[in-house]
């Protein structure tokens, strides 16, 4: 049983650290909690579902729409919310509250328009095949995820620390005014991250919602409160840090599952959150200072 | 006063709630103005809830018992916390204070012999009476009025704009923090032990994030600037359900777009006195061309 | 011809006149209220009640009313929240001024907010209410829906004699009330029978993983899974079960018992065992004649939260045909307490009675549901009865 749940244990970790990406990213490079993150996930689901459902379309192109659709939804949050109150130079909790309002607008709104039913891909959209091997089995979704979320970090790793733009972003993460003043156009990079931001989240919101078998409008509630943990596990900011942080909360919650009862699952999650803050709040790979003006 | 008989039929309990949700705005709003964004007072009431309830129904305490024990409890589980949590700052410290909340909730959920797990507390006799809300909500506002006065007061302001600086001056910045979260604490405790007096029933779900979030939004949107803005955001918050009756299916939807507006438009929130003495003041003369002349 | 006609005959028609008035008086709507969760979590349960609600309404005064009279129900949202239930409760009651009323959706708020109801000796129907400490508040509150506790046994027998259990894994939510009241239902029914379990594993609400439990559960070794949960996550559940390879069947409570589930487990959904007063393939005319009339009115077919609601406001209209209201609304609305505890209905969920509750103290109060359940199988896409 032990290596199934090691199996269970990495397919649900890079399920939290897809989520967590996006929601990173932002915090790295804007230095604002966005907690309508969750809501821009259950929105890509929704729009691929949608997709799928009325235009019969196939997978590629449900993961497309979510993509567009959820980065649309962050360009817009971005340039009509976040913008304005950056400009006013608000105090960093104010954005915080801000996206707090736009969660519960977007998850009440969808529940208006959609019911507030469970809804599903229909079957076939995604092959249902489990792989053995070595006495364990994942499902071929799962495997996708998998890799996906290690080719994610990768990839923006790979943006962030060797190139031009990675450059220019890890500068803005240290200090907008003096990116700025280096003649890089910080609001543009503002808007793209929160695009990409939110368009991984949408795509994380359309993969979860298959492996899962759920869209319904209060889907990115829950992810969000692990995204959170996930955040702080690995440090707010950092891309390793989401991957790594999510890893470790899926092990920490399958493994209590496992051997110490599945109650205390949630107790045992987030009493980790609580002692890694008090005894090293940067988390795995974070930087303790706080960002200068 | 039969039109006040009836009245008080149907809105007694949305009446009293108002009262409740603004000692809840209350204490968040004092934590704010230490400069500390602690979300963790729905754990704090629902400790205090839990606490005055157990209080009263398995030891069959007086009611004033209860609502002292709905009072002490969470107040030394702040001081507990407080020590190791309010080293942290900023976003840590808010997000610090939310897992915390959401360590409370599942601690209640799982101490099922003591506390009824999921399926709650039932049967919480209603002891609240209208004049506790008062009282409890006139003592409150006497208490942090002369607080923001005092010196305490002071060193919360002066530890808000610039801890560091504050503690130069020779502020224990520490032992102020701890004052306002333990403080802060004991008074959503009360308001827990009030409302679980008032509703029959209490339950883990309803101290989580959502009402985590109510707090907030409440204090936020009345404004912080000084004591009315937490209860008047507390009255809107509360009778928002009731005014947006017509909107059925969107009702909750527009609590959220309310907030983005009120964030964007009103930073300060609604009662900003800051910005009332702009709206209420002369304009600026020009500066004449005479010296001397003040402007 | 008398001539002593003309002089009577004006006192003969301000009387005739006066009985006219009062008739018409008497020709005056019913006002019933139903305080259900219109939206919020619970708002798919509140929308299939309302509509169970409007469906009866609807077909009882097309044929006239009771007794001539109409019945109007007036709807608020509760929202699923106890603060809500309360102030709407109030407002229903002092307010509206209706004469009793449905409600509340969940278990939650039922106990928060039937107090008022009994305080104000209104009464208060619940369909939806299956927690403890509802009934006991007092005997002004009434409930039709069938708590777990009563149900359970009976699957539970049915389940292990058709499909040869002999050993149970059991998984729960163990932060719903729902679920978890369910699961303190089957402990106390596997005790009974005594059915050992193999292990005990719980989620929470808005779980997308279950492999760990699953996992955990297919290596204790069990004949079934007896599962607490709503379709929400019991779906998914199915589907990864299947997924790991667990063909075992499920054993479920009434909150899988609902045809979204062929829907949401698409290929995963056969071999699930649910008892419930109410089944879809249910044939007695009753329950046949709702189903397709439910369908032809909403264009989908109904579950157990809108058979309940038919019934029960069924039931109420039965009470109200055999009293005489006489426009006081506090001795109408005793006298309807008065009549609803000896009421019976054959309805869609089956033959129905009351049974008296008591409070804490061992007093009696207030009435909860008798009645038979019905145990399913699901199989390619349908509830098959079983006994």
Not at chain 2, 222 to 242: D, R, S, W, Y
Request: proline share 4%; aromatic share 8%.
């Amino acid at each position: 049983m032990l290596e199934q749940q090691l199996v269970n244990a990495l397919s649900l970790g890079c399920v939290y650290a897809l989520f967590a990406l996006g929601f990173t990213l932002v915090f790295g490079v804007l230095g604002v909690i966005n907690l309508s993150h969750g809501a821009i996930f259950m929105i890509g689901a929704y729009a691929a579902l949608q997709v799928v459902t009325k235009l019969a379309f196939p997978l590629w192109a449900s993961l497309l729409a979510a993509f567009v659709v959820a980065g649309a939804f962050g360009f817009a949050i971005d340039l009509l919310v976040l913008r304005p109150l950056r400009k006013r130079n608000a105090p960093h909790l104010i954005p915080m509250i801000a996206t707090i309002g736009l969660a519960i607008a977007f998850n009440n709104a969808s529940q208006g328009l959609f019911g507030a039913e469970n809804l599903r891909f229909p079957s076939g959209v995604v092959p249902d095949t489990q792989l053995h091997f070595a006495g364990v089995q994942i499902s071929v979704l799962e495997l996708a995820i998998v890799l996906l979320s290690f080719a994610l970090m990768a990839g923006l790793l790979f943006v962030m620390r060797r190139t031009q733009l990675g450059r220019a972003l890890r500068a803005i993460a240290e200090s907008p005014k003096a990116a700025s003043l280096l003649g890089i156009n910080v609001e543009g990079l503002f808007y793209l991250t929160s695009t990409c931001a939110a368009a991984l989240g949408g795509v994380a919101g359309v993969l979860i919602a298959l492996y899962s078998n759920a869209v319904f409008p209060l889907m990115g509630q829950p992810m969000l409160h692990k995204g959170i943990a996930v955040i702080i596990l690995g440090g707010m900011g950092d891309i390793r840090g989401a991957l790594i942080g999510g890893l470790f909360l899926g092990f920490a919650e399958v493994m209590s599952v496992a051997y110490i009862g599945s109650t205390m699952r949630d107790a045992v999650a987030f009493g980790l959150l609580f002692l890694v803050l008090l005894v090293r709040p940067q988390g795995m790979f974070g930087k303790v200072l706080e960002r200068k003006a | 006063m039969e039109w006040f008989d009836n009245f008080w039929s149907v809105y007694s309990n949305l009446v009293l709630t108002i009262g409740i949700n603004a000692l809840l705005a209350l204490s968040i709003w004092l934590t704010l103005s230490c400069g500390l964004l602690a979300m963790a007072n729905a754990a704090f009431m629902g400790i205090g809830a839990y606490t005055a309830s157990l209080l009263t129904m398995n030891a069959g305490a007086p009611f004033p018992v209860a609502l002292a024990g709905g009072i002490v409890a969470p107040t030394l589980v702040a001081l507990l916390i407080g020590g190791p949590t309010l080293r942290l700052s900023g976003v840590y410290l808010a997000m610090a204070t939310l897992g915390f909340g959401e360590v409370v909730r599942v601690l209640i959920l799982n101490a099922e012999s003591l506390t009824g797990g999921a399926l709650g507390l039932n049967g919480i006799p209603q002891s609240t009476q209208w004049w506790h809300v008062v009282l409890a909500l006139v003592l409150v506002l006497l208490i942090l009025w002369r607080l923001r006065r005092s010196r305490i007061g002071r060193a919360f302001e002066a530890i808000k704009e610039d801890g560091i600086a504050a503690s130069l001056m020779g502020i224990g910045v520490m032992a102020h923090k701890m004052l306002a979260f333990a403080l802060g604490a004991a008074i959503a405790g009360l308001a827990g032990a009030l409302n679980a007096h008032l509703t029959f029933f209490i339950g883990p779900s309803e101290f989580g994030f959502d009402r985590g979030v109510d707090i907030l939004t409440m204090a936020i949107l009345g404004g912080t600037a000084g004591l009315t803005g937490p209860v008047l955001g507390a009255l809107i918050i509360t009778l928002l359900p009731e005014l947006l009756r017509a909107f059925k299916d969107f009702r909750t939807m527009m609590n959220g777009a309310i907030l983005v507006l009120i964030v964007l438009f009103l930073p300060k929130g609604l009662w900003d006195p800051l910005r009332f003495k702009q709206w209420f003041a002369r304009a600026p003369r020009k500066p004449d061309s005479m010296p001397g002349k003040a402007a | 011809m008398s001539f002593a006609f003309p002089v009577r005959a004006p006192r003969l028609f301000v009387a005739l006149a006066a009985a006219g008035a009062v008739a018409s008086s008497f020709a005056a709507d019913i006002k019933l209220g139903a305080a259900e969760a219109l939206s919020g979590p619970a708002g798919q349960y509140g929308q299939s009640i309302r509509n169970g609600f409007q469906l009866a309404v609807d077909e009882i005064n097309a044929a006239g009313g009771v007794k001539g009279n109409k019945i109007s129900l007036q709807f608020e949202d509760e929202q699923g929240k106890k603060e809500q239930a309360i102030d709407v409760f109030k407002k229903l009651i002092f307010q509206d001024k209706v004469l009793m009323l449905f409600g509340p959706t969940l278990s939650n708020s039922a106990q928060a907010a039937d107090p008022i109801a009994q305080g104000a000796k209104t009464v208060v129907f619940g369909t939806s209410n299956t927690a403890d400490g509802i009934t006991s508040i007092g005997d002004y509150v009434f409930r039709n829906s069938v708590t777990e506790a009563d149900v359970l046994p009976e699957t539970l027998r049915v389940a292990s004699k058709h499909a040869g259990v002999k050993k149970v894994a059991v998984l729960y939510g163990n932060d719903d009330v729902f679920t978890k009241s369910g699961y303190d239902a089957f402990k106390k029914a596997l005790e009974d029978l005594k059915i050992p379990v193999t292990t005990t594993e719980t989620f929470a609400k808005g779980d997308v993983d279950f492999k760990a439990q699953l996992t955990k559960i297919k290596a204790s070794n069990p004949d079934a899974i007896v599962l607490s949960a709503l379709i929400a996550e019991g779906a998914p559940i199915m589907v990864q079960a299947r997924q790991l390879g667990i063909n075992l069947p499920f054993i479920g409570g009434n909150g899988m018992n609902s045809v979204k589930v062929f829907d949401l487990a698409k290929g995963a959904s056969d071999n699930l065992w649910v008892g419930s007063p109410w089944s879809l393939g249910n044939q007695t005319p009753e329950n046949q004649h709702f189903v397709v009339a439910y369908t032809q009115k909403y264009k989908a077919a109904p579950d157990q939260f809108g058979a309940q609601a038919y019934d029960a406001l069924n039931i109420v209209a039965g009470a109200l045909a055999k009293i005489k209201l006489t426009g006081n609304l506090e001795t109408d609305r005793k006298a309807l307490r008065d009549a609803l505890p000896v009421a019976t209905h054959t309805g869609a969920t089956g033959a129905f009675k009351f049974r008296q509750a008591k409070t804490k103290d061992g007093k009696p109060a207030g009435y909860d549901a008798q009645q038979a359940a019905i145990v399913s199988v699901t199989k390619d896409g349908k509830y098959l009865i079983e006994k």
